[in-house]
């Protein structure tokens, strides 16, 4: 099972500052990588996958980069909507589909 | 649009049973993978369990094996999860999740229903 950790835990971030989340693999999942957004009370939402490939309605102050084991989503400009927790999850061994334990990006 | 509908979930005593299902509309049922990812109270995403889209395959959580059994009713549109032998630490918001028309790709889950909630206590 390939194990995804997430880092930090917990951002806090100022609106308008740029954020940056990674994400690693245990092992090599090539590009096959997604990130979602999960909101208080909400269903995850995907924001990325392939890595970089925003999915439809994303802003574009989202972005994914990375292949292999190192990944990073990038959140340009914050704005209030995108406070949550965001998760990495890889496909490219599955089953099983692995998540990362979630970074919580907070206010500052 | 695609829209996806949990129902089912309740309190149940340990050991007890229950089925969840998944309404799905707004695309082809029978053409995708259809997932269950759960979330307890606080914490991160599960992956629970799959199905192809003839049912031909299934895959399972280690976690669930030989508890838990997903099926899929193409006429109706509809997943299932029947959830079998349950214990406290299944206790969790179940969404139901369409991946994406690939082999790697039914793994990215892009849409998901609101969820629903199984506790699991005496």
């Known amino acids: 099972e390939i194990v995804m950790t997430q880092s930090p835990a917990t951002l806090s971030v100022s609106p308008g500052e740029r954020a940056t989340l990674s994400c690693r693999a245990s092992q090599s999942v090539s590009s096959d990588l997604a990130w979602y957004q999960q909101k208080p009370g909400q269903a995850p939402r995907l924001l990325i996958y392939g890595a970089s490939t925003r999915a439809t309605g994303i802003p574009a102050r989202f972005s994914g980069s990375g292949s292999g084991t190192e990944f990073t989503l990038t959140i340009s400009s914050l704005q209030s909507e995108d406070f949550a927790v965001y998760y990495c999850q890889q496909y490219n061994n599955w089953p099983p589909i692995t998540f990362g334990q979630g970074t919580r990006l907070e206010i500052k | 649009e695609v829209q996806l509908v949990e129902s089912g979930g309740g309190l149940i005593q340990p050991g007890g049973s229950l089925r969840l299902s998944c309404a799905a509309s707004g695309f082809t049922f029978t053409n995708y993978v259809m997932s269950w990812v759960r979330q307890a109270p606080g914490k991160g995403l599960e992956w629970v369990s799959a199905?192809?889209?003839?049912?031909?395959?299934?895959y399972y959580a280690d976690s669930v094996k030989g508890r838990f059994t997903i099926s899929r009713d193409n006429s109706k549109n509809t997943l299932y999860l029947q959830m079998n032998s349950l214990r406290a630490e299944d206790t969790a918001v179940y969404y139901c999740a369409k991946g994406q028309r690939g082999i790697l790709a039914a793994g990215i889950l892009e849409y998901w229903g609101q969820g629903t909630l199984v506790s699991v206590s005496s």
């Open positions: 199905i192809s889209g003839t049912s031909l395959s299934t």
